[in-house]
């Protein structure tokens, strides 16, 4: 990215870049191709504040602890999953917090699902791309028929 980039530009693709990094991750993960290691799998803790807290569509609160629990147990559970990242957008930014949003389209052979996310990053430069995942909340998309 050049120099001369508003600093609003950088931010929203630092925050692209993040969301993406880590999804793909979730699918390689999933997908059994990101090695089952305590080293593999730090990436992934890393990201995640300690209070972390995701609402899934369905409306269920999960918190990190099993967010994590829940991915480590599922390692290559999903080989077929692909996961795309659409449409991010950061909707705003201070100091401390950014504010992003991102659809999410998740597919196999057998489904397509789609959802649009809202996260809430706080800026840390020991944080992946400098944004730690606080807070996602995901709502259900229809796929395009």
């Known amino acids: 990215m050049p120099d001369d980039d508003p600093p609003d530009a950088a931010l929203a693709e630092r925050c692209r ?9 979730f699918e390689a993960w999933l997908g059994g191709t ?9 990436r992934i803790r890393k990201a ?28 290559g559970g ?19 917090l950014v504010v992003a949003a991102y659809e999410e389209w998740q597919e196999t052979p ?19 791309n400098g944004l730690r995942w606080h807070h996602v909340h995901e709502t259900w998309m229809r796929p395009p028929s």
Do not use: C, K, Y
């Open 17 to 25: 870049t993040e969301i993406e990094a880590l999804h793909d991750i």
């Open 78 to 96: 999903q080989p077929d999953l692909t996961i795309d990242i659409r449409n991010v957008q950061v909707l705003d930014a201070g100091d401390a």
């Open 34 to 42: 990101r090695p089952n290691t305590d080293t593999a799998f730090a």
């Open 110 to 128: 057998d489904a397509t699902d789609a959802r649009q996310s809202t996260v809430v990053f706080r800026q840390d430069p020991e944080a992946p």
């Open 48 to 75: 995640l504040a300690p209070t972390f807290q995701l609402i899934h569509p369905e409306g269920r609160w999960m918190a990190r602890s099993d967010i994590l629990g829940g991915l480590r147990d599922n390692h």
